[in-house]
């Protein structure tokens, strides 16, 4: 069974930081956090692509760049989220998700977008975890 368990969430004062991380079961294409805010429709955050890739490219939304860093333990299948000066803004539900594989020339829109499609409908998705950044 496809697990994606993520940890970390929490509540920060403005200018904090916060680390997520995620420990799947699966092998996978590419792993990234989505969030979504109330009332928001989800957005990619950030995205990396397996080591057995061969891609060593990331994504990351505009909104975070320079602010979070993902980054990936391969040894214990590990995805990481290192959130640096959180603004009330990041205020969002945050999930983990890997794609087994994604269309060809799609990374970045399932990065992006976080649609199934995009992955042939071969991703998973963990449960959430809150985060709640207050000024």
């Known amino acids: 069974q496809v697990q994606l368990v993520e940890s970390g969430g929490g509540l920060v004062q403005s200018g904090g930081s916060l680390r997520l991380s995620c420990a799947a079961s699966?092998?996978?294409?590419?792993i990234g956090w989505f969030r979504q805010a109330p009332g928001k429709t989800r957005v990619g955050v950030s995205c990396?692509?397996?080591?057995?890739?061969?891609?060593?490219?990331?994504y990351y939304a505009d909104s975070v760049k320079g602010r979070f860093t993902i980054s990936r333990d391969d040894a214990k299948n590990t995805v990481y989220l290192q959130m640096n000066s959180l603004t009330p803004e990041d205020t969002a539900v945050y999930y983990c998700?890997?794609?087994?594989?994604?269309?060809?020339?799609?990374?970045?829109?399932?990065?992006?977008?976080?649609?199934?499609?995009?992955?042939?409908?071969?991703?998973?998705w963990g449960q959430g975890t809150q985060v709640t950044v207050f000024s």
């Open positions: 998700a890997a794609a087994s594989t994604i269309r060809p020339g799609q990374k970045w829109n399932w990065c992006r977008y976080g649609e199934s499609y995009f992955a042939n409908y071969e991703d998973y």
């Open positions: 699966m092998d996978y294409y590419a």
């Open positions: 990396i692509p397996s080591i057995t890739s061969g891609d060593d490219s990331t």
